[in-house]
């Protein structure tokens, strides 16, 4: 009886880790933050991030000039779709602010 026990929990231990991996990757969370008063080496004063809800991984990419975040976001999708093979299901973001 307490083998059966001790199967049952181990499937379900399993079961929830399958299914906290395909969670993986849908969640994403953008950030955008600048300018700052000094620029880094690059002439950067601003950044954006893109941060997994479920894993808390973070991505900073660093830009010169706001109207580059579309570009960004659009080159770290298809990063995301050929790395993970896994679409990006939403996006939540500040607003730019």
Not at 9 to 29: D, P
Request: include cysteine; proline fraction near 3%; glycine fraction near 4%.
């Amino acid at each position: 009886m307490m083998f059966v026990n001790l199967l049952n929990t181990i499937k379900q231990l399993f079961l929830r880790i399958i299914i906290e991996v395909q969670n993986l990757l849908i969640l994403f969370i953008l950030m955008y933050g600048g300018p700052s008063s000094i620029p880094n080496i690059s002439g950067a004063k601003r950044f954006v991030s893109f941060i997994d809800d479920c894993t808390r991984v973070t991505w900073i990419f660093l830009m010169k000039d706001k109207s580059e975040v579309f570009h960004l976001f659009v080159n770290f999708y298809k990063m995301v779709q050929t790395q993970f093979e896994t679409p990006i299901e939403r996006l939540r973001s500040d607003n730019g602010r």
